[in-house]
Structure formats: structure tokens, C-alpha cells
């Protein structure tokens, strides 16, 4: 007499339900990697973000570290025939002075001692003012070179020379230098030429 139980067999309702717990597993294994790529995908976004953020900073910065910084003449010298200036935070090295071609006055440039000198241009301003004029600015370009803690720097801008006409006796007029008053900067020799021109109006 056998021992042997014998094999009961397998139902149809229990292959159903074996199948459906099987294909439960790889659903929840499915959606388990879909939900770490959607994780992965996100992060990636995310430095790629934070990556691009933080270049854009450092480029902001070197360009603000990199733009030039204007040298900005000041008079510390004014009220007579001659008007003496100064960079504002450098050591100013050398300037060339430009007047109005419409003045028909040379260019004049300054070593060491800056200054500039109303017997310049004096003639030619009082042939082109009114006589009855008593105050103005005279635009002119000054290319300014300093040396400063950064590093060398160089500048063109455009300023007004501000004159007095006082009348005398014997002569006739006379311009006393007031003050120096930075305009604006300007790019390049004809740019600079063709801006003081326009600007000047005697």
C-alpha cells in the first residue's frame, strides 16, 4: 500500500490568482523605476539649473570686476588764467586736450604738472563769444592715463572748462578759468571729435 499523498491539482482559480500576484510584483517594481527616473530626471534638472544659475553669476561678476573704471578729473587749482586738476583715486600720468575744431585751437597735452592754461585758447573763444557774454563752458575731450592700485587705467571723455569774462581797461576782455565738469566718456577719436563739435555752441 502506497504512502504517497497524492497531488491535488492545481485549480483554475488558483493559476488565476497566482498570475494576477506575479503581475502585481512587476507593476509595483515598474512604477518603482519609473518613480527613481522621474526622481533622477528632476535632479538632473535641477543641477543643470543651478549649474547654469551660478555661471551666469560668475559671469555677471567678472564682467563688473573687468569694466574699466573712469579716472574722473577734478580742478583743485581754478579762479585765474590757469586751472589746475587731479584724478579723483589715481595717479594721473598724462592727459592730450582737445578744443572744438570750430576754434580753430591745437591740441595741448599735460606731463606731471596738469594743467590748463586760459592764454590756450583765450583768443580765439573771445573772437567767438558775444561781446556782452560773461560766463560759459567750453567743452573740450581730455584722453586721461593714471596709474592706480588696480593697475593702469586710461579714459576719454568729454568736460567743460566753465570761464569768467571779466572786461579791462586796457585790452579789452579777459577769461578767468572757474572749474572743470566731467560731461560724459566717449569711444574713439572721431566719435569724440564729432561729439565735442556738436556740443559746442559759443
Known amino acids: 500500500m502506497s504512502s504517497d499523498v497524492p497531488e491535488i491539482p492545481e485549480t483554475h482559480a488558483e493559476k488565476a490568482a497566482e498570475t494576477a500576484r506575479i503581475r502585481r510584483r512587476w507593476l509595483s517594481l515598474g512604477e518603482t523605476v519609473a518613480v527613481i527616473a522621474v526622481v ?16 551666469e553669476a560668475e559671469r555677471r561678476a567678472e564682467k563688473a570686476t573687468s569694466r574699466p573704471k573712469s579716472i574722473g578729473l577734478i580742478a583743485i587749482d581754478a579762479g585765474g588764467a590757469g586751472l589746475a586738476f587731479k584724478a579723483a583715486d589715481c595717479a594721473l600720468q598724462s592727459t592730450d586736450i582737445r578744443f572744438p575744431s570750430a576754434l580753430g585751437v591745437g591740441p595741448e597735452s599735460t606731463v606731471l604738472d596738469h594743467r590748463i592754461e ?16 560773461r560766463d560759459g563752458r567750453l567743452p573740450v575731450v581730455i584722453a586721461s592715463r593714471c596709474e592706480a592700485a588696480d593697475g593702469p587705467r586710461t579714459e576719454t571723455a568729454i568736460y ?10 586796457i585790452l579789452g576782455r579777459t577769461v578767468k578759468l572757474r572749474g572743470l565738469v ?3 566718456s566717449v569711444a574713439g577719436d572721431d566719435n569724440a571729435a564729432a561729439r565735442l563739435d556738436k556740443l559746442w555752441k559759443p
Request: proline letters at 2%; glycine letters at 0%; hydrophobic letters at 40%.
Open 40 to 55: 533622477i530626471s528632476a535632479l538632473t534638472l535641477w543641477n543643470n539649473y543651478d549649474e547654469r544659475k551660478s555661471a
Open 160 to 169: 567743460d572748462i566753465v570761464y569768467h569774462i571779466e572786461p579791462r581797461v
Open 118 to 133: 586760459a592764454d590756450w585758447f583765450e583768443s580765439a573763444l573771445l573772437k567767438a563769444v558775444e561781446k556782452d557774454a
Open 182 to 184: 566731467r560731461r560724459e
